[in-house]
């Protein structure tokens, strides 16, 4: 099993950028493909980004590709979420999912998520 626990989230204004963490717990985090999801309210939660096992493969969701960048630190255990060129309809409460199945952008495919973290992007 892993555990999750995202960090790095809060305010940033229009234009800004922010850096999310998500550290796992346990010694098998290279087995793991991993994922960025975010749900809005009154949203469905989706995939904005998903690495695979090695970080040779990613996945991003059309509304942000080329500003937000995901990457993984085997080593440090933690996967990252690079979100630059913030736009207030990034606003959403932001989680990291483990698979240790093949990445993916399908939710149901993730057995292990983290609590989530808020990112509040002001206009």
């Known amino acids: 099993q892993v555990q999750l626990v995202e960090s790095g989230g809060g305010l940033v204004q229009a234009g800004g950028s922010l850096r999310l963490s998500c550290a796992a717990s346990?010694?098998?985090?290279?087995?793991?493909?991993m994922g960025w999801f975010r749900q809005a309210p009154g949203k469905e939660r989706e995939c904005v980004a998903a690495?695979?096992?090695?970080?040779?493969?990613?996945y991003y969701a059309d509304s942000v590709k080329g500003r937000f960048t995901i990457s993984r630190d085997n080593a440090k255990n933690t996967v990252y979420l690079q979100m630059n060129s913030a736009k207030p309809e990034d606003t959403a409460v932001y989680y990291c999912?483990?698979?240790?199945?093949?990445?993916?952008?399908?939710?149901?495919?993730?057995?292990?998520w983290g609590q989530g973290t808020q990112v509040t992007v002001s206009s």
């Open positions: 346990g010694r098998t985090f290279s087995t793991y493909a």
């Open positions: 999912a483990a698979t240790s199945s093949q990445f993916s952008y399908y939710a149901w495919r993730y057995g292990y």
């Open positions: 690495l695979s096992r090695s970080g040779d493969s990613t």
